[in-house]
Structures are given as C-alpha cells and as structure tokens.
C-alpha cells in the first residue's frame, strides 16, 4: 500500500493546520495595490465632497469650472427673473398687456440714457395717470422689485434694456444699489409727475 | 463551536462595513442637502412641487412609471468655449488670430490661455461652460442630475431601464398640459411608433352634454373619440400630467455648472 495514504486513514488524526508565513510577494503585492488604489482616490474621488460629481475631480476643480457672470450669463438669468415676475403682466414678449401693463418694447421709460427713473419704479412701484409712446395708462403696480437682490434687480432691466429691440444697454448691481441708496425705508409709489422730476 | 467569537466578529465586521458603506457613508455624504440657489442669482433651488405635482408623484409610482422610464442625466464631460464678444478696433487682426486658435472643446487653462491671446488683440470674449454626454447629446438635459434635484422628492423615481426616454426635463421639451394629457391616454396618437402602453384608465369618456367639458382633451386630426364624445382626465390623470410639468432640472447649479 502506498504510505501516503496509509498514514492519512488512520481513524484518530485529527487534521489540523499548520502556521505558514505569507510570502513575501504577496505583500509587496498588496502595498502595491493599496499605493495605486489611494493615488486613484486622490485623484477622482473629490474626497467625498458632497457638491463635487464626476467628471470633476476636486472641489478646486469644480471651482475653476464656474462660469463667469458675463453678459449672456447676466441676460439669461434676467430673462428668467423676467418670466417669473414680470413677465405675468408686462407678457413674455414684453408687449404688455391691455389694462394690465403697458409695453416695454419702444418705451420711453425703458430706454433712458441714466437709471435714476427706471431703478425706482421696480424698487418702489408706480401708480397714476402715465403716457407710454403716446398712449394713456393708468393703473398701479405694486414694488415688484424690492425684494430682488442688486444683481437680480440689475439682470432683469438688463434684459428689458437689450432684449426685443431695445437697445438701451446694461444696467450694474452698482447701479440699482446708488439708486436704492437714496429711498427711504419704507417708499410710497411714485406716479409719473414725481418720477418726471427726478434726473433720467 | 470552535472559534465562535471570531466567526461572530468577522462577520459583524463584514456587514458593519456593507452598512457603513452604503447606508452611514451616504447619510454623512448627502444626509445634510438643502436647498441651494440658481448659479450667479439669489433665485432659490429646488422649489417645491405644487401640490398637484406632488400627488402625482405618487400616480406616477403607481402605475409603475419607473420601470420603463429614468430621472437621471448623466454627464461624462465639462468643456470651456471662447465666444468673442466684441472684435474692439482691430477686428482683422482679431479675425486672424482666431483662425489660428482652437476655441472649442477646451480644458480650462487652454481657454484662459486662448482668451488672454484674444484680449492682448484688443478683442472681448466670454468663456463658456458646457456640460457633454451621451444624454446631454440625446437632448435629454443640459447638465448632469444632481442631489439637490430631488431633494423634495419622496421616494425618489430614478428609475434603472429606459424602455422610454429619460424623463428628468420632459416638462420643457413637452411644456404643453395637453400634449401630457393626450399621450398619456393615447402614446401612438402623437408620438409616432411609441411603444408606451395607454394609461386610459386615467380618464373618463363622456358624451359631450349641452357644453362640451373646458377639460376635455384636444386630439391631433385623425385620433380621438367619436364625435359626440369626449375624453376627460380623471383627478389622476392630471395629477400625473402636473407632476410632468413639473419635471425640470435645467438651472445651473454650483455642484452642476453650466453657462445658460
């Protein structure tokens, strides 16, 4: 009988095992492994920044791709601000809207060469009797724009400055913010003979 | 048993792991989202769905809108484009060297380098963000899905298949309520060659009584009901055409930017 086999049916032996070292290699190896695994994580996973997404890289990187508030930027975010405030009454086409809102496109109030007048009437609203490319008008608009930031404010007469043919050119955050400057807390609507006094 | 104690911690370990991993890691990660604002505005984002939208979240898990349907835009790339916005005094000398510069498809650093060139010409450029991938090219959205998109979602439809298209913007590439309506009742009757099943069970069919219904539905010539009937939705069913409506994730985001 072969001895081998002999000597592994003996009844009695239980099988245990026995301590090996790990070779070497294995371990260098795995080191290996973990090197490559922790420079990949360095480089893709954004250490788990809940803002940073693929295909960027890293919080810096997700920085650098920001867009810049240029002009197309500042136009369609007054563009939107417009349909959703404005353009309910003054119409998306800023045509207005019969005894609802008189137009923007061609408007004298619109399309001035300073903003002293134009910032005031988002800012503290406009109520009365008032001409508009010689139609009459009278009705009252509440501060739609007092609520809106600078740089919003700012967007949004931008955009009617520029858009459907007019071309006013834009309004600054700094702008509104001079103008608002000079309101009192709590400013009544002006109607258009107040408006008319003040520098255009 | 042998070894009892280490049989039990190893495999404490190996599911306090999984449960770290997929459950706390997240929690830690995402758990803390609120509400954040529209790139370069104050402009809040995400505003909650109306109330209609909302409940048709719940008709849109229903009837199992998942399975064919997902919620989810993924992006692969971010690119910059030079755009010249004024040619200044020189316009033939700023005309020449665009022709020479590569102003597409730009890592960042070589869109500053390009714009820096332009502007020693005396021209003016603006630096545009644009997100790219397959469903970005599909036309599906503009900028990848992100967490706070579904922020006020519960549970949230991403959904694994699409048998159908994504559905993260159909509310703007689809703005009209009756259009919603009418391919939810019949899919083939605007949509050619669709393959999706008609929810008609969302409707009502009336015989028009001494006024036609201001709800009923308006068909493209050739569908619809016989004459002297009409399609209505019921509750559901515009429930579910409001919470389309409502589907748009187009704004750009600080953690998804874009230039609009």
């Keep these: ?200 | 048993m042998k070894n009892g104690t280490a049989i039990f911690l190893a495999v404490f370990v190996a599911l306090g792991a999984s449960w770290g991993g997929f459950v706390l890691a997240p929690e830690w990660q995402l758990g803390g989202a609120k509400q954040t604002t529209v790139l370069n505005s104050s402009e809040l984002y995400p505003l909650g769905r109306p109330g209609e939208a909302y409940q048709g979240l719940q008709v849109y898990r229903a009837n199992g809108c998942a399975a064919c349907h997902t919620e989810q835009i993924r992006q692969s790339g971010v690119a910059c484009e030079v755009v010249l916005t004024s040619a200044g005094k020189n316009p033939s000398a700023v005309s020449n060297l665009i022709s020479t510069l590569k102003l597409n498809g730009l890592a960042k650093e070589d869109a500053d380098a390009a714009s820096d060139k332009i502007t020693a010409a005396g021209g003016k450029t603006e630096i545009h963000i644009v997100a790219s991938g397959p469903d970005i090219a599909r036309g599906w959205g503009t900028r990848q899905s992100v967490a706070e998109d579904y922020l006020y979602d519960y549970p949230v439809q991403l959904g694994g298949l699409r048998v159908g298209p994504d559905l993260s913007n159909v509310g703007v590439r689809e703005p009209d309520l009756n259009w919603q309506l009418v391919h939810l009742y019949a899919p083939s009757s605007v949509v050619k060659g669709s393959t999706m099943p008609p929810f008609r069970f969302l409707f009502e069919v009336h015989k028009i009584g001494k006024a036609p219904s201001p709800d009923a539905l308006v068909f493209p010539k050739g569908s619809g009901p016989p004459a002297a009937y009409e399609i209505v939705p019921k509750p559901e069913g515009r429930e579910l055409a409001a919470y389309l409506l409502s589907l748009h994730a187009n704004v750009p985001l600080y953690s998804a930017p874009f230039t609009p």
């Design chain 1, 1 to 200: 009988m072969n001895p081998e086999l002999q000597a592994s049916s003996q009844p009695d032996a239980e099988p245990t095992a026995t301590r090996a070292t790990v070779p070497m290699w294995i371990l260098v190896l795995l080191l290996l492994l973990l090197f490559l695994g922790g420079v990949y994580f360095d480089h893709h996973s954004g250490w788990f920044d809940a803002q940073v997404y693929r295909p960027y890289a890293s919080a810096e990187e997700l920085d650098a791709y920001q867009p810049k508030s240029g002009a197309a930027a500042m136009l369609a975010q007054g563009k939107r601000t417009y349909d959703m405030i404005c353009g309910v009454c003054h119409g998306p086409d800023g045509m207005g809207k019969p005894n609802q809102a008189p137009p923007l496109v061609g408007s004298e109030w619109v399309n001035t060469k300073g903003f002293e007048r134009l910032v005031r009437i988002p800012l503290t609203g406009l109520n009365g009797p008032l001409q508009v490319e010689g139609k009459d008008w009278n009705l009252s608009m509440a501060a739609m724009g007092a609520a809106l930031s600078d740089a919003d404010l700012a967007n949004v007469l931008t955009y009617i400055r520029e858009s459907w043919g007019n071309k006013a050119g834009p309004v600054t955050a700094d702008d509104v913010k001079a103008v608002r400057a000079k309101l009192s807390a709590h400013p009544q609507p002006l109607n258009a003979e107040q408006l008319k006094a003040l520098a255009e």
